[in-house]
């Protein structure tokens, strides 16, 4: 089963970067579109960005210039640069394959990693 694996969060202050990661090891991902996700305390996950398999992208307007997703199908890796950072950020964030960026997510989520924007 397509097991995805989030790395990279952590508490940084605002206005600051981070750069996380998306592996799947054991598996290819050349052939899947990779979406990253957010879950902020007590409210829905929301989609952030996604990557299809030919490299095309997209983002939630809340982050349009300050995220950036690309993908390193030789690692089976996606990263998402988060630059420019706010408290509204914080959530754990989430990745998942999906056949296109419009289909739903494939598998199961998994732990996510938490991304803390606060002074």
């Known amino acids: 089963q397509l097991q995805l694996v989030e790395s990279g969060g952590g508490l940084v202050q605002p206005g600051g970067s981070l750069r996380l990661s998306c592996a799947a090891p054991?598996?290819?991902?050349?052939?899947?579109?990779i979406g990253w996700f957010r879950q902020a305390p007590g409210k829905e996950r929301e989609g952030v960005s996604c990557?299809?398999?030919?490299?095309?992208?997209n983002y939630a307007d809340s982050v349009k210039g300050r995220f950036t997703i690309s993908r390193d199908n030789a690692k089976s890796t996606v990263y998402l640069q988060m630059s420019s950072l706010a408290p509204e950020d914080t959530a754990v964030y989430y990745c998942?394959?999906?056949?296109?960026?419009?289909?739903?997510?494939?598998?199961?989520w998994g732990q996510g990693t938490q991304v803390t924007v606060s002074s």
């Open positions: 054991g598996f290819a991902l050349d052939h899947y579109a």
């Open positions: 998942a394959a999906k056949r296109l960026c419009v289909s739903p997510p494939i598998g199961s």
């Open positions: 990557i299809s398999s030919s490299g095309t992208t």
